[in-house]
């Protein structure tokens, strides 16, 4: 089992739709999460991070995390064509200070 | 602060030849990240440090792998010999949540 999976995709979604972007974890005692969108032929870039369970929003994005399930997930409200690009998760596995584990990524397509 | 920066951008080597990437890390920040990208492997973690000191190398593929961070400013990734198989973009970032640099597109022929 990886220690953090996602759905690799392509998540396709009309333009003004919600996407909704889902990624689970294996290790039960993790305590950060973030969601990184990269852009093809870019660099990851930080978008949203969650610390505890619940509902974190910032504008556009919403991010959920439940412990219980081991589950992350990313909303993207009123989706824009510019939206589209991988989405990465990645969990602070404990024990381990800064060192981030990377899921394969979501790619997400948003049509006009 | 310009960010994260990587050097070169790009690299073209035949097998067998040595290739040194370099980072140097947004000021301030105590931790550096190596990572490297395939589409086959997504984005691995070969190696981080702490205030220039390795901390976990259990990413580093083989001995071919080396990293090294003589101060703050400066840490390089070196491969030698170099095989087809490196080919990647490797990335450095640094702190926390982690700051990306442009990354070097690394292709070995």
């Known amino acids: 089992q990886k220690e953090v999976e996602q759905n690799s995709g392509p998540l396709s979604v009309p333009e003004g739709a919600i996407a909704s972007l889902n990624c689970t974890y294996s290790d039960r005692g993790s305590q950060s999460f973030f969601w990184y969108r990269q852009y093809s032929g870019k660099s990851p870039e930080l978008i949203m991070s969650i610390y505890s369970n619940g509902d974190k929003e910032d504008g556009r994005f919403t991010a959920q995390l439940n412990k219980a399930s081991q589950y992350v997930s990313l909303l993207i409200r009123d989706s824009q064509p510019s939206d589209s690009a991988t989405y990465l998760c990645a969990v602070n596995m404990i024990g381990n200070t800064g060192k981030l584990i990377f899921g394969q990524g979501t790619t997400l397509q948003v049509k006009p | 602060d310009a960010g994260v920066i990587q050097s070169p951008r790009h690299e073209v080597t035949e097998m067998g030849q040595e290739v040194t990437l370099r980072c140097k890390p947004i000021s301030g920040h105590d931790y550096l990240f190596w990572y490297r990208q395939t589409m086959m492997r997504g984005l691995e973690l070969l190696i981080y440090?702490?205030?220039?000191?390795?901390?976990?190398d259990s990413g580093m593929p083989e001995d071919r792998f080396s990293a090294k961070m003589p101060n703050a400013s400066f840490s390089t990734l070196k491969i030698q010999p170099s095989e087809p198989r490196d080919s990647a973009v490797y990335f450095c970032a640094t702190r926390g949540e982690q700051f990306f640099g442009p990354g070097t597109r690394l292709t070995v022929l």
């Open positions: 440090f702490n205030n220039n000191v390795p901390i976990d």
